[in-house]
Structure formats: C-alpha cells, structure tokens
C-alpha cells in the first residue's frame, strides 16, 4: 500500500486525483503492475489507477482474465467502473485505502460486487492506510478550491 500511496503522490502532483494502484502477485510477491491516476493527462476518462494497472497486467500476463493469486492495492475505494473492470479481470483479492462515500462501488453506491449479475467477487479488505490516503485527497482538493 506504501507503493500505491507514492504513486498516489505522484498523481497529484501532476495535477490528477491522487490515486495509486499496485497489482501484486502474493505467490511470489512479485509487483506486476502499477499505476496512478490519469485521466487528465491521458485524456482519457477511464484512465483510473486501476484500469490502467489491469491494462498492465493483462500485457503482462498475456490475458485479460488475470491470475487468481493477484492482490490489487487501491488507495481510494474502487468506483462502479473500476469494480466492474476487477471482476472481469477476476481479481482475487482487494485491498483499499479511504472509503469513497460519493463515487465508490464496493462498500458505498452501487456496491457492484453484492449484485446477483456480477460474475466474480474479489475478497475484499478496506481501511488499509485510510488515513494516509484520504489526508492526500483532502489537501489535494483543499488546494483546489
């Protein structure tokens, strides 16, 4: 998590929503992909920590359909379309920093994970580095406005 909070960082400063992702496979706890947030500089708004860190795993491991030992570290809550992406991805396992009350999809909002129509449901541990992480988000949009 100390990763994707650094990447968090890095996001920031280039201006982006300070998120971090880390993909890990715990058999070997090899790092397998990573990113941090970048719509804005990708102009691209599914540019997410965690897709671009699934679109880097799925190269990678040379499917989009990725291991079943993988960890996805997060330090925000995924979204709906970050928690759709996961499962399709068939993510074993993730964990996430700060609950986001407005736009997450796992424990708040559309809950993606708990719908009868969602095809895999990752094991899920949240609060990981919450407060570093929502300090970063707070003095991040603090400076904002």
Not at 26 to 53: F, K, M, Q, R
Not at 61 to 73: A, D, E, I, K, Q
Request: proline share 6%.
């Amino acid at each position: 998590m100390r990763t994707a909070l650094a990447l968090a960082q890095a996001a920031a400063d280039q201006g982006e929503t300070p998120v971090g992702c880390v993909i890990v496979d715990e058999a070997t706890g090899e790092t397998i992909a990573s990113a941090a947030n970048g719509p804005i500089g990708l102009n691209d708004p599914t540019a997410h920590a965690e897709i671009v860190a699934l679109r880097r795993a799925a190269e990678v491991t040379g499917n989009y359909r990725l291991r079943p030992n993988l960890t996805l570290y997060v330090t925000l809550e995924p979204c709906a379309m970050c928690a759709g992406a996961i499962s399709h991805a068939r993510i074993a396992r993730v964990v996430y920093g700060a609950s986001d009350p407005k736009s997450g999809g796992v424990a708040q909002g559309a809950r993606v994970w708990d719908h009868p129509q969602c095809h895999w449901k990752p094991s899920v541990t949240a609060g990981v580095e919450a407060d570093a992480a929502a300090t970063l988000l707070k003095d991040f949009f603090k400076a904002r406005r």
